[in-house]
């Protein structure tokens, strides 16, 4: 059986209607303090995706605080915004070329600003490092910031994880996820689309969260059967600027940087 537990699809962020996620605001969903405070405006997910309307309102200032360091681990691991399109809270985030260039976007363009000839061969940008525990606890945070508030004591041992300083040792269950972005792409400006699934079954109980931000697309999986293994399935596309390519990570064993290679040639003339 497959249950909708959030369903927001909608075009334009800016102007989206505002969803709030819990209700109980006497003891916070992550710590369970009965004395803490909410003077802060918690996004279910974080604004450097462009969320801009969806709020958890029972997530207290000292919850809210420590997602904020998972969340700057989160922004090195995601592309860049010349690929993703994705405006954050401090806008759209610059990518620098070792020897003075910088590619960054805008609301309709692509912009390149360099010294001359720094882009007439191929570069690499490599974003800053980032730690693999801190990005995959900003995702699983997002799947459980988005639970209806009876549907979180489920997951009470797995946030005793997330807020903790512990890694993936401590964590028995798979950490897995898979990201995927397409070439750059001004068409699809401000879109957000988010979607958590509940499945269950006689032998599984698995919460699936899929969310696509412009022009970037992520898939969590979480599973409480620790030998679960993922499967993710490639979206169809009916030409090239509309194919996602995706990549299937295992937190566990991973990278701690990006690196995207840029070919500016110009090809040659037959």
């Given at each position: 059986?497959?249950?909708?537990?959030?369903?927001?699809?909608?075009?334009?962020?800016c102007?989206?209607?505002?969803?709030?996620?819990?209700k109980?605001?006497?003891?916070?969903?992550?710590?369970?303090s009965?004395?803490?405070?909410?003077?802060?405006?918690?996004?279910?997910?974080?604004?450097?995706?462009?969320?801009?309307?969806?709020?958890?309102?029972n997530?207290?200032?000292?919850?809210?605080?420590?997602?904020?360091?998972?969340?700057?681990?989160?922004?090195?691991f995601?592309?860049?915004?010349?690929?993703?399109?994705?405006?954050?809270?401090?806008?759209?985030?610059?990518?620098?070329?070792?020897?003075?260039?910088?590619?960054?976007?805008?609301?309709?363009?692509?912009?390149?600003?360099?010294?001359?000839?720094?882009?007439?061969k191929?570069?690499?940008i490599?974003?800053?490092?980032?730690?693999?525990v801190?990005?995959?606890?900003?995702?699983?945070?997002?799947?459980?910031?988005?639970?209806?508030?009876?549907?979180?004591?489920i997951?009470?041992?797995?946030?005793?994880?997330?807020?903790?300083?512990?890694?993936?040792?401590?964590?028995?269950?798979?950490a897995?996820?898979?990201?995927?972005?397409?070439?750059?792409?001004?068409?699809?400006?401000?879109?957000?689309?988010?979607?958590?699934?509940?499945?269950?079954?006689?032998?599984?109980?698995?919460?699936?969260?899929?969310?696509?931000?412009?022009?970037?697309?992520?898939?969590?999986?979480?599973?409480?059967?620790?030998?679960?293994?993922a499967?993710?399935?490639?979206?169809?596309?009916?030409?090239?600027?509309?194919?996602?390519?995706?990549?299937?990570?295992?937190?566990?064993?991973?990278?701690?940087?990006?690196k995207?290679?840029?070919?500016?040639?110009?090809?040659?003339?037959?």
């Open positions: 059986m497959k249950e909708i537990l959030v369903d927001h699809n909608q075009k334009n962020y102007i989206y209607p505002r969803l709030e996620i819990g109980n605001t006497s003891e916070c969903r992550f710590c369970k009965n004395s803490a405070t909410y003077s802060n405006l918690s996004h279910s997910l974080p604004e450097l995706l462009g969320n801009k309307s969806i709020f958890t309102i997530e207290c200032d000292s919850c809210n605080s420590i997602f904020s360091d998972f969340e700057n681990h989160l922004s090195r995601i592309p860049p915004s010349f690929i993703t399109q994705i405006k954050g809270k401090k806008g759209y985030s610059n990518s620098f070329v070792k020897g003075g260039g910088r590619i960054f976007a805008t609301s309709n363009s692509i912009e390149i600003e360099s010294k001359p000839d720094i882009f007439s191929e570069v690499i490599s974003n800053q490092r980032f730690s693999n801190k990005v995959y606890k900003a995702l699983l945070k997002c799947l459980i910031s988005l639970l209806p508030d009876q549907e979180v004591v997951f009470n041992d797995v946030i005793k994880w997330l807020i903790s300083n512990k890694g993936f040792r401590d964590f028995k269950y798979p897995l996820a898979s990201i995927g972005y397409r070439l750059p792409n001004l068409d699809n400006k401000e879109l957000l689309s988010v979607t958590l699934f509940k499945e269950r079954s006689k032998d599984k109980l698995r919460y699936v969260l899929s969310g696509k931000f412009n022009n970037l697309f992520l898939v969590l999986p979480f599973s409480f059967n620790f030998k679960e293994k499967t993710f399935q490639t979206i169809p596309a009916r030409s090239e600027s509309e194919r996602f390519y995706f990549q299937e990570i295992d937190f566990k064993d991973y990278s701690t940087q990006h995207f290679k840029l070919n500016f040639k110009q090809p040659h003339s037959q």
